[in-house]
Each structure stands twice: as C-alpha cells, then as structure tokens.
C-alpha cells in the first residue's frame, strides 16, 4: 500500500509539472544518417543523446513522446510487475543503469535503439509495458529528457501511446 501511495503522489507531481513545462520541442530526426532511421535528444546540460529505429522493425510505428506524460502512463501501470516503472529519484540506482550510461556515449555514430513498448489491459490495471528499452527510458527520465521516441510493433498500442503522450503524428517506421 505504501509503495502505491509513492506512486499516486509521483504521478500528481509529473503532472503539475507537466502543466507548468507545457510542450516540449520535438526530438530531431537526423536525415540520411543510415538505414535506420536516427533522432536527436536534447537532455538539458549534457550532450545530445542519439536513438535509432530497432534494427528489425517489421510494420512497426514510431511515436515521438512528451517525457513527462510517457512517465505518467508508465506509473500508471502500477508497482509489483518486472517492468514497472520506478520512481525518478530511484531510476539511478537501476542494477543496468551503467549499461545505458555507456551506449550513449556513443553518439551518432553508434545510436541506441529504441525503446519497444505496448499498451496492455489486464483486470483492473492498464498501462505502458516494455518489452526492451526500459533501463534507456530510465537514463532519459532521470536526466530529464523533455521528449524522446519510442517504438511500438501492437497495432492497438499505437492510439493508445499516441492519446497519452503522443506530441506528434505516429509515423510507420517503413515511411520514414
């Protein structure tokens, strides 16, 4: 119960914060850099960070997201599950942390995949859920990322990602 508390209040802080923010700026998407597709992340008083489409994408979709909200609909989800989502100021203390610390500090040339989540519903609870990426998302919320993209292979998550913190158009990966 106590654990749930700590989420409800986090998740009423990210979102007067949100408020007060307003719209980030889109990440950039960095023309002809490869096959892959690449964006740059802007995250305040640090170098920019690069991310690239997942190397097999199949009809996959790519939806650029406001941090905050993403954050949000990831607590949602609730504590207890192995891919739940921990609170910002425990994000550091993630046993892969390091890992993520080090893959972008490849830059352009070696961009980190992108985060693949979905948009699940089971009994009472819905949420974000990660199937690869979440020790990434973790680096870019704890070092306060206003926006970054993600990648989505369920159809039915597209919408449903896009309604939480969507800033821009979905956009299929094989368009871009």
């Given at each position: ?18 408020k ?5 700026s889109l ?46 609909g ?51 609870r819905?949420?974000i ?20 993209p ?12 896009h ?14």
């Open positions: 119960m106590f654990s749930t508390l700590k989420w409800k209040l986090e998740i009423k802080r990210l979102r007067q914060l949100s007060r923010r307003g719209q980030p990440p950039e998407l960095i023309e002809g850099h490869s096959r892959h597709p690449a964006w740059r992340i802007n995250v305040p008083g640090r170098e920019d960070v690069y991310m690239c489409s997942p190397y097999s994408t199949g009809d996959g979709y790519v939806i650029l997201v406001d941090a905050l909200k993403f954050n949000i990831w607590l949602q989800a609730g504590p207890g599950q192995d891919d739940s989502c921990k609170l910002r100021c425990h994000m550091p203390a993630d046993y892969k942390f390091h890992e993520a610390v080090i893959g972008f500090k490849h830059g352009i040339e070696n961009p980190v995949p992108l985060a693949e989540v979905s948009y699940l519903e089971w009994g009472s819905a949420g859920r990660f199937t690869n990426g979440m020790t990434r998302s973790f680096w870019l919320l704890a070092h306060d990322a206003p926006a970054f993600i990648f989505t292979g369920c159809h039915y998550s597209i919408d449903r990602i309604e939480i913190a969507g800033l821009a158009e979905p956009m299929p990966v094989t368009m871009i």
